[in-house]
């Protein structure tokens, strides 16, 4: 009991002090030593650090540290050319400002989906949707709830080929693709946006019939681009070609390419006695953001103050995420060598026969209490990956159902008040908790549950597709 005790205590010190604006690639060493003196008196300090948390934070950096690098890149160069805001101000064009909602999130949709960061993403667009909203007397406090829908619902854990790094953990514990489960994921993605899209319109309406309009003017943010004239920024045609050949390459790398080589050298103990099964996914992303970012550059070469410049600071912007990620990860490898993390994992494993169930449960609650999607579903992969695979394989079913499932589960408890994400989009839009935290809570919370519930009956009564 002293150890769940001490498990407890060292996950709410770390959700407090997350939520306190801690870093967390500070306290996840300290929050871990806190859960270590109280469940296991007799563990060596010292070494449990260099030989449990850091080798667990350098497999993490091993495994997705391209993704996190070349994603932050193309981001940064799609922020840079230009082609983020045109794309948004595209879709504002096609809809109508009248269509404020379904505007902004269609614009942060197609651009996440095709692999710009979500954090890139709310600055490029923030400037459009305060435009927008305030033309059509929107209450400024549902910004956030749409930017979060579009950003990071739909198109992080449900869409099929998606490039979100939410998308790939998966892949290697269950030997998948991007696009596991199209069918399911579809019914998913759809189901995430028309449910937050109707809440968001409804919530609109009901503001305007209270007489509640956009409200007093936000904050500038220092952090948010000036945006261009229209007449500076490159073609629609221009800015949508390198979005489109992140989802076209991946699905052709993955589905035909990586079956036409030869990668028997892979079974070799020099690379790692792996298949191409398990990294062929990250190879088909890779690959697909390497030839995105090249034809971008080579698209958009003249807009650009300094290429150096933009690669330079887009690298570098890929640092703090995986570390911060990586760091929930190796703080869940401590917290998972302790005997009373036993306990707990084998108390969440019996909640249910059905692996996919469980498999969602567990995703939920460690996305949950880190505040991160791909923190926790890393932690709650290593920790049970390999048992529900097993367990899904004996009972027939499709190892694509636990990838979407895995995903989706990723995305529901976290966005709760103590994610990154959420904390800096309120940021950004100069807004707190208070105001907008209940919209984003249904958008990114509810109706992603819900989505996943529906997957998961939908599964069990005609199979995975």
């Avoid at 498990?7 to 806190?34: D, E, H, Q, T």
Wanted: hydrophobic share 55%; charged share 10%.
């Amino acid at each position: 009991m002293l150890g769940i005790l001490g498990i407890l205590v060292s996950l709410l010190l770390l959700i407090f002090l997350a939520y306190r604006g801690w870093n967390v690639i500070i306290i996840a060493p300290i929050c871990a030593l806190v859960g270590l003196l109280l469940g296991d008196f007799e563990a060596p300090i010292l070494a449990t650090y260099t030989q449990v948390f850091m080798p667990a934070l350098g497999n993490y950096l091993i495994k997705f540290f391209p993704l996190f690098l070349l994603g932050a890149v193309f981001g940064k160069l799609m922020d840079d050319s230009g082609c983020a805001r045109t794309i948004a101000h595209k879709i504002v064009e096609w809809t109508g400002k009248e269509r404020a909602i379904i505007a902004i999130i269609l614009a942060c949709g197609v651009l996440t989906y095709g692999g710009v960061s979500l954090f890139v993403v709310a600055f490029a667009v923030f400037p459009v949707a305060i435009q927008m909203f305030r033309e059509g007397n929107l209450p400024k406090r549902l910004i956030p709830a749409t930017i979060a829908l579009g950003s990071f619902t739909f198109t992080m854990s449900a869409l099929p080929g998606s490039p979100a790094i939410q998308n790939a953990i998966p892949m290697p514990f269950f030997h998948t693709d991007a696009f596991a489960a199209p069918g399911l994921g579809v019914i998913a993605g759809v189901m995430m946006f028309a449910c937050g899209s109707m809440w968001l319109t409804m919530r609109a309406r009901s503001a305007r019939n209270a007489g509640e309009g956009f409200g007093a003017e936000a904050p500038a943010t220092p952090a948010a681009p000036t945006a261009m004239p229209a007449g500076e920024l490159p073609s629609f045609a221009v800015a949508i070609i390198p979005v489109v050949l992140v989802l076209a390459i991946n699905f052709i790398f993955s589905k035909y390419f990586i079956q036409d080589i030869d990668t028997s050298y892979l079974a070799t103990p020099k690379y790692g006695k792996t298949t191409a099964a398990a990294v062929g996914g990250t190879w088909a992303i890779i690959v697909a953001m390497i030839c995105a970012c090249i034809v971008l550059l080579g698209l958009t070469w003249r807009r650009f103050q300094s290429v150096r410049q933009s690669l330079n600071e887009g690298a570098l912007g890929s640092m703090l995420p995986i570390l911060n990620v990586g760091s929930e990860v190796a703080y869940g490898a401590v917290i998972a060598s302790l005997a009373a993390f036993a306990i707990i994992k084998a108390w969440l494993m019996s909640l249910t026969d059905n692996p996919v169930v469980g498999l969602a449960i567990i995703v939920n609650v460690l996305a949950g209490i880190t505040g991160s999607a791909s923190g926790g579903m890393s932690i709650a992969l290593q920790a049970v990956g390999q048992q529900y695979l097993e367990l899904a394989q004996a009972a027939g079913l499709s190892p694509q159902i636990l990838h979407r499932v895995a995903a989706l589960a990723s995305g529901g408890l976290d966005a709760l008040p103590h994610n990154g994400a959420v904390i800096t989009l309120l940021a950004i839009c100069g807004l707190n908790h208070r105001q907008s935290y209940f919209d984003i809570f249904m958008v990114a919370v509810a109706f992603p549950l819900l989505s996943m519930i529906v997957v998961i009956i939908l599964n069990g009564m005609f199979g995975t597709f």
